[in-house]
Each structure stands twice: as structure tokens, then as C-alpha cells.
């Protein structure tokens, strides 16, 4: 009965999760970073592994506990948080990508603390941009054969049906979350539309928890049964 009430419907899945923002370095002592405190993503984590999923979760700097059960791996750049998505995607079947990853990183970080040097004068810092996780994943062998399940995120500040509806083309995913505004950052809830090739759907406002459940749910009837 226990198992009825709450199924463990991702037992057998390995569920890899990134979180919170990136962190980019300009010099020793500054760098740029994303509005993001990590609690949808820590709050998907502790959802999937309640579903019976082994979670694996790649946060930025971010200030909160680690899930119970959960593995955490901490990074700080776009480019770390990539290469570390990339090599342990490999064992995984569904990854989630709700990180507000850095788009640019400035082209070269001064391995010394940038000084004023008086004159007034501000320096000019020019950027590159930084590899796209979701979508270069999102075009691995892995996804496109059907082993492996992606989910994006998109935080808009406009238009968020049309924004969001072509980014989910655009990432190749079969699933994207927008988060309906306003901005969400740092609260303790959320409200979401879910869009996939069908159309789309809102989950009402509630605690990131309720929507992570929620959506971990949505997500578990997508995806092959292997529990
Ligand atoms: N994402 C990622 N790697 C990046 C940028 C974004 O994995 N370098 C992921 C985010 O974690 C999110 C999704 O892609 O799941 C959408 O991120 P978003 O910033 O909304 O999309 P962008 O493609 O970067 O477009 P833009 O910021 O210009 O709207
Ligand atoms: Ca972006």
C-alpha cells in the first residue's frame, strides 16, 4: 500500500541535475556571476531521489544543504560545470539542467588583482562565450537514440511562451520549463509551464518543493519504467 500511495517511479534511473549560477572569473578577487540561489535544482534533486532515482547534482556556488542520499559535485565556472556534466552524463538517463549558467566569461582572468591605477581609467573587459551544456548534451548519441532524457529550464524577462517555446527547439529537448515570472530568484516558490512538442501546460504556484515533485512526476511518465 505504502508503495502505491508514494511510487518510487524512477527506481533504476540515475538522475543528473546542475544548480544554481556560474561564477567567472575576471581577476583573484572578482569576477561575474547569474542571479540563481540553486533551490529549484536542490529542490528537483530531493525530488528524484525520493522517486527512487541515485542523483548526481553539479551545483555552482550556492549556499544549501545537500540533499540527503544525494552526490554532489561543486563547481565554479561554466567551463567546469560543463566538462563535469559531460563526463558523468554518460552513466545517466535523464539530466536536468536548471543551472543559470554564465553565457560569457571574460576572454582572460588576470592571475593578479586588477589595480586603479589613478588615472581614472576603467579597464575594458571583453568576453567569450561559454559552452552550451543542455544543448551540447542535448545533441549527444545518448539523447538522440532515447537512452538518455533532457529537461531545460528558461527564466525569461518577456514573452515567455514565444521565448521559451523556441528555445526548446532550439536545445533540441523534449521538455522545457519556463519559470513564470517575476523574477523567482532566491524564493521559496515558483510558478512553471511545462512545453513540449504538444503544447503546454502550468503547474500554479506553490513551493519550489511541491512544483519539484511535480514536475519529477511529469517527468517519471516520460521516460521508460526500469524500477
Ligand atoms: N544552459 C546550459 N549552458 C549554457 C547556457 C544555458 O546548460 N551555457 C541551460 C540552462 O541550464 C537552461 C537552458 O540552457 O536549462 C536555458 O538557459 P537560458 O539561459 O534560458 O538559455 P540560453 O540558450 O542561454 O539563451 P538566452 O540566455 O540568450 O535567453
Ligand atoms: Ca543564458
Redesign the pocket.
Known sequence: LAAQLSPKKLVGHHVLV?AGP?FEAIDPVRGIT?LSSGKMGFAIARAARDAGARVTLIAGPVHLQTPRGVQRVDVQS?QQ??DV?TALVTEASIF????????WRPAQASEQKIKKDGSGEVPALTFV?????????AHSRAAESGALFC??????SENLLA??SA?RK??G?PL??GNIGPATFGQDDNALVLIDAEGHREMARASKQVLADELIADIARRVPVKG
Open positions: 546542475t556560474t547569474n561554466a560545470m560543463f556534466a536536468i539542467a536548471t543551472a543559470a549558467v554564465a553565457d562565450e561559454n559552452p552550451d551544456i543542455l544543448a551540447s548534451i529537461v531545460g529550464f528558461a527564466a525569461e521565448h521559451a528555445k532550439r536545445k529537448v522545457l520549463v
